[in-house]
């Protein structure tokens, strides 16, 4: 079975600064996606990036990148510039293929200091 | 364009009732799905609707059943209520061809007492 593993809870980071995101995952599938998402106080998940497995060039939207590492089945994300408004859950997602089932790790809550 | 809408915001029902959650697709979308997120964890996932049918089940018991509607909307039903079905409930939609994009509307909290 998939499973997805954040092992940070809890992360801070100062304004304007970089803080990157930990979160493994573990599959014998080739065909599958990662996400990261988002989820602020307001509780809507939002999709922040995504990443396809044949794809050897890491994702990149804005000031949100990840460090996809597929042997070592990793995938961080990194938030350059950090502003007030990204503190917020952070929850790392595996979908396999063609399907609609993602699996969601545990998150990592991100504070971020003015 | 209208997202992902879900109804009610919030809920409150006692032990051994029976409950029904509501949620209107992302306009474009035809396929539902459902996840149940408890306190401090991440979303679960409970099932997923397509041309009206159930198309793939996560690990929820039968208590937890769902429907989809000609327009594409859906519920999903809840019965005899137990303390630890309280939680937030997500629906997420998506339109296959798009990489099965899903676009989460804000949740049904449930609590139960």
């Known amino acids: 079975a998939q499973t997805v593993t954040q092992s940070q809870p809890e992360m801070s980071v100062q304004e304007a600064e970089t803080v990157t995101l930990s979160c493994t995952y573990d599959t014998s599938e080739s065909d599958y996606y990662l996400f990261w998402y988002k989820q602020p106080p307001s509780r809507q998940m939002i999709l922040v990036i995504r990443?396809?497995?044949?794809?050897?060039q890491n994702a990149t939207e804005n000031r949100f990148s990840v460090n996809f590492q597929k042997a070592a089945k990793s995938f961080s994300l990194k938030i350059s510039d950090s502003q007030l408004g990204d503190a917020a859950m952070y929850f790392c997602a595996y979908r396999r293929g063609a399907t609609n089932k993602l699996i969601f790790g545990t998150g990592t809550l991100l504070a971020v200091q003015p | 364009d209208a997202g992902v809408t879900q109804s009610p915001t919030h809920l409150i029902k006692t032990r051994g009732q029976q409950v029904t959650l509501r949620c209107s697709p992302k306009s474009g979308h035809d396929t539902v799905s459902w996840y149940q997120q408890a306190l401090g964890q991440g979303p679960q996932f409970i099932f997923q609707?397509?041309?009206?049918?159930?198309?793939q089940r996560g690990n929820f018991p039968d208590r937890f059943s769902g429907h989809q509607f000609p327009n594409y909307s859906s519920e999903l039903n809840v019965n005899a209520l137990l303390l630890g079905d309280s939680a937030l409930y997500l629906c997420?939609?998506?339109?296959?061809?798009?990489?099965?994009?899903?676009?989460f509307g804000p949740g049904t909290r449930l609590t139960v007492t």
């Open positions: 990443q396809e497995a044949y794809k050897q």
């Open positions: 609707y397509y041309e009206e049918e159930e198309r």
């Open positions: 997420a939609s998506s339109f296959p061809g798009q990489s099965y994009e899903q676009y």
